[in-house]
């Protein structure tokens, strides 16, 4: 069953996209797309399916709801950022929580992840939360390496969370179940291994700041310059996306890239003012024209920051659409559904992250959809789409692509991505482990009905995570603090 014309397709259009990646420097989204007419050309050749351009067409625009989500939310970060939001809720949560350094990390870890949580991509938290927090991270104590650790870290546990994941949608659109009550169980998945991992990455290095010292760490120029205001079109966002869980029938169709469009026009009201247009007047220095100084520059670089996305969204799709017409995932199917259930679950934990490194949409959608089919009848079909998502999404600490490690290093001036990788080591185990037990156990309890397969059960277990995840961090404090009174303690008899 193994040895079949299908894997050999498999085989050279995966080849074809790391040749082109590694060897060619090409974006991951213009390989795939290569790799999809390579495959197409081949599967007309030997297995003589209709060789036409719409397959490729088709496939492009298989996620445009999807692109049209991160590019709009693109636009409303921008928006954010230039208004001062993002500042101003900095600054308010440092000075804040200045005295309780773990409350502050994990809120600086939710500021993180918000881009990617509104956007579906990694890439959103690194460059706009990821810019800056990461200072500040830096500035409060925390070496570089693991503050590009956490950026990473919760770039992709954003990318997971909800209300949009790009790679939970993927999977729901081969497996073909809409992608609906994924709130729940995706903060089930992602906020209590999120405490756990910016805990493990930076709670030994960060202590109480002092009132004088917040400037230091944070502009608070910005609480002068703004007012609360600047923060409602946040409140607009959440309000939109409750009420569209309220009164679907009223806000159902009004869909994200709409709330992203009017949340982005409310922005505009609050904060800092900003002109409709104005005219760059340094046009020889470069950099000048990355900066968005008015309105239609938020717009045109939000669609130009989409860019990478769009393209790896495009290529997914037509690779998609390929494999397809070749019969390669319905090779992976078969042949997920034919192995034994231990193999299932030894093959799923390795594959899908190794895949994620290549790209997460695309190893959410070659396997994350056969296993969710393999294992529906054992298991809940969203808890494993939501568990698969992150098992996909953690390869993007891994070669060849390693597209979260790899901008985290940029954030905060690393060289090398493998540095970032290694100092996310502690956090990339306790989330892999994590994503295991709540593919294996959590969705197997609620297949079971020992937690209802309702709000109620998903609430009841939330709760239990998330004491667990709390209590980790308290005895986390106490083991620490006690290693501090030893090296106190052994200073002193030094001296």
Same mark, same amino acid.
């Given at each position: 069953?193994?040895?079949?014309?299908?894997?050999?397709?498999?085989?050279?259009?995966?080849?074809?996209?790391?040749?082109?990646?590694?060897?060619?420097?090409?974006?991951?989204?213009?390989?795939?797309?290569?790799?999809?007419?390579?495959?197409?050309?081949?599967?007309?050749?030997?297995?003589?399916?209709?060789?036409?351009?719409?397959?490729?067409?088709?496939?492009?625009?298989?996620?445009?709801?999807?692109?049209?989500?991160?590019?709009?939310?693109?636009?409303?970060?921008?928006?954010?950022?230039?208004?001062?939001?993002?500042?101003?809720?900095?600054?308010?949560?440092?000075?804040?929580?200045?005295?309780?350094?773990?409350?502050?990390?994990?809120?600086?870890?939710?500021?993180?992840?918000?881009?990617?949580?509104?956007?579906?991509?990694?890439?959103?938290?690194?460059?706009?939360?990821?810019?800056?927090?990461?200072?500040?991270?830096?500035?409060?104590?925390?070496?570089?390496?693991?503050?590009?650790?956490?950026?990473?870290?919760?770039?992709?546990?954003?990318?997971?969370?909800?209300?949009?994941?790009?790679?939970?949608?993927?999977?729901?659109?081969?497996?073909?179940?809409?992608?609906?009550?994924?709130?729940?169980?995706?903060?089930?998945?992602?906020?209590?291994?999120?405490?756990?991992?910016?805990?493990?990455?930076?709670?030994?290095?960060?202590?109480?700041?002092?009132?004088?010292?917040?400037?230091?760490?944070?502009?608070?120029?910005?609480?002068?310059?703004?007012?609360?205001?600047?923060?409602?079109?946040?409140?607009?966002?959440?309000?939109?996306?409750?009420?569209?869980?309220?009164?679907?029938?009223?806000?159902?169709?009004?869909?994200?890239?709409?709330?992203?469009?009017?949340?982005?026009?409310?922005?505009?009201?609050?904060?800092?003012?900003?002109?409709?247009?104005?005219?760059?007047?340094?046009?020889?220095?470069?950099? +000048?024209? +990355?900066?968005?100084?008015?309105?239609?520059?938020?717009?045109?670089?939000?669609?130009?920051?989409?860019?990478?996305?769009?393209?790896?969204?495009?290529?997914?799709?037509?690779?998609?659409?390929?494999?397809?017409?070749?019969?390669?995932?319905?090779?992976?199917?078969?042949?997920?559904?034919?192995?034994?259930?231990?193999?299932?679950?030894?093959?799923?934990?390795?594959?899908?992250?190794?895949?994620?490194?290549?790209?997460?949409?695309?190893?959410?959608?070659?396997?994350?959809?056969?296993?969710?089919?393999?294992?529906?009848?054992?298991?809940?079909?969203?808890?494993?789409?939501?568990?698969?998502?992150?098992?996909?999404?953690?390869?993007?600490?891994?070669?060849?692509?390693?597209?979260?490690?790899?901008?985290?290093?940029?954030?905060?001036?690393?060289?090398?991505?493998?540095?970032?990788?290694?100092?996310?080591?502690?956090?990339?185990?306790?989330?892999?482990?994590?994503? &295991?037990?709540?593919?294996?156990?959590?969705?197997?309890?609620?297949? +079971?009905?020992?937690?209802?397969?309702?709000?109620?059960?998903?609430?009841?277990?939330?709760?239990?995570?998330?004491?667990?995840? &709390?209590?980790?961090?308290?005895?986390?404090?106490?083991?620490?603090?006690?290693?501090?009174?030893?090296?106190?303690?052994?200073?002193?008899?030094?001296?």
């Amino acid at each position: 069953m193994l040895l079949q014309i299908e894997l050999i397709y498999f085989i050279v259009m995966i080849g074809v996209f790391v040749a082109l990646l590694l060897g060619a420097k090409l974006p991951s989204g213009l390989c795939l797309m290569a790799s999809a007419l390579v495959g197409m050309v081949m599967s007309a050749i030997f297995s003589k399916t209709a060789f036409e351009f719409r397959y490729l067409v088709e496939g492009a625009f298989g996620y445009f709801d999807t692109i049209l989500t991160i590019t709009t939310a693109m636009i409303f970060m921008g928006a954010l950022q230039i208004t001062g939001a993002l500042e101003y809720i900095s600054a308010i949560i440092v000075k804040l929580l200045r005295k309780w350094p773990t409350l502050l990390l994990i809120a600086l870890m939710i500021i993180i992840m918000f881009p990617a949580m509104v956007t579906g991509s990694s890439l959103a938290s690194a460059i706009s939360a990821g810019a800056l927090v990461a200072p500040i991270m830096i500035k409060w104590g925390i070496p570089r390496a693991k503050t590009g650790a956490i950026v990473a870290m919760g770039s992709i546990l954003g990318m997971v969370a909800p209300p949009v994941n790009v790679p939970a949608m993927v999977i729901c659109d081969v497996v073909d179940i809409p992608y609906t009550n994924f709130t729940l169980p995706l903060l089930l998945l992602v906020l209590p291994i999120a405490i756990v991992s910016v805990i493990l990455l930076g709670r030994k290095y960060v202590k109480p700041i002092e009132e004088e010292e917040v400037s230091k760490v944070v502009n608070t120029d910005i609480l002068k310059e703004v007012k609360w205001t600047v923060a409602i079109p946040l409140y607009v966002l959440i309000a939109l996306i409750i009420g569209e869980m309220i009164w679907p029938k009223i806000l159902g169709s009004f869909a994200m890239p709409g709330m992203f469009v009017v949340s982005t026009i409310v922005a505009f009201f609050f904060g800092r003012k900003v002109p409709f247009y104005k005219k760059h007047e340094n046009q020889e220095n470069e950099n +000048d024209e +990355d900066k968005a100084i008015c309105v239609v520059d938020v717009v045109r670089l939000g669609v130009l920051k989409s860019f990478g996305a769009m393209g790896l969204l495009m290529g997914v799709g037509m690779f998609m659409e390929v494999i397809a017409l070749n019969g390669v995932r319905s090779f992976f199917v078969a042949n997920a559904l034919m192995l034994p259930n231990f193999w299932k679950y030894i093959s799923m934990a390795i594959t899908l992250p190794v895949f994620g490194g290549i790209s997460a949409f695309g190893s959410a959608s070659v396997l994350g959809g056969p296993f969710v089919m393999s294992m529906y009848t054992t298991r809940t079909s969203i808890t494993l789409t939501c568990g698969f998502s992150l098992m996909a999404a953690i390869g993007e600490f891994l070669p060849p692509t390693a597209m979260s490690a790899t901008f985290a290093a940029s954030m905060v001036e690393e060289k090398k991505w493998s540095v970032i990788s290694k100092a996310a080591l502690p956090a990339f185990i306790a989330v892999y482990v994590y994503g &295991l037990v709540y593919i294996i156990l959590f969705a197997k309890l609620i297949f +079971d009905e020992v937690f209802p397969s309702t709000t109620a059960g998903y609430l009841i277990l939330f709760g239990i995570c998330m004491i667990l995840a &709390l209590a980790f961090a308290f005895v986390y404090q106490l083991i620490l603090n006690g290693m501090k009174k030893k090296e106190a303690s052994e200073l002193e008899e030094a001296k």
